[in-house]
């Protein structure tokens, strides 16, 4: 009996232990922590002008100048659109997480929408977005859109304003 209690300890150790977080992982939520500012949205992979609506929000210029808050002890935070008139002032409540892609490699920031209640709102659906660097002053994230019958890389590039610690 003790042998089946040991082996089922064991066997519940191994998985919790493997699905944490690598360590890269750990600490870019450690990094991370703090208040933002979206400094500047590039569009690559394609030449034009691009009118875009981020995040089924507001247009992409509404976003320029725009505050996000990430806290990594509860995964919370929003962002805050700051300019007014047709871009709709607020905040937006996300709930965040880094984790690894489909092929094991680190670096993939992720958010979903959530209500002052901490609860979801859409529905499970969320955004996707490669960590294409981070420091504790700067954050490039870059994620592909589809744009017609090609696929336009969206790049944001933040600084860090204020930090938790």
Known sequence: MKNKA?????MVSLVLTSCGLSKENKDNRKTLDGTWKLTNIDYQNNEGYFKSVLFGDVSAKCFKGSEWFFRSNNSTGYYNILEPGDCSPGQRNIRWSIQD???GNPNRFQFKFID???N???GG??????????????MVISADAPVGSETVTVVYEFTKIASLR
């Open 120 to 122: 979801d709102v859409g």
């Open 101 to 103: 892609d489909p092929n």
């Open 125 to 138: 659906y969320g955004y996707v977005f490669q960590i294409n660097s981070l420091s504790p002053q700067t």
């Open 6 to 10: 040991y082996i089922f300890i064991l």
């Open 116 to 118: 002052e209640k901490k």
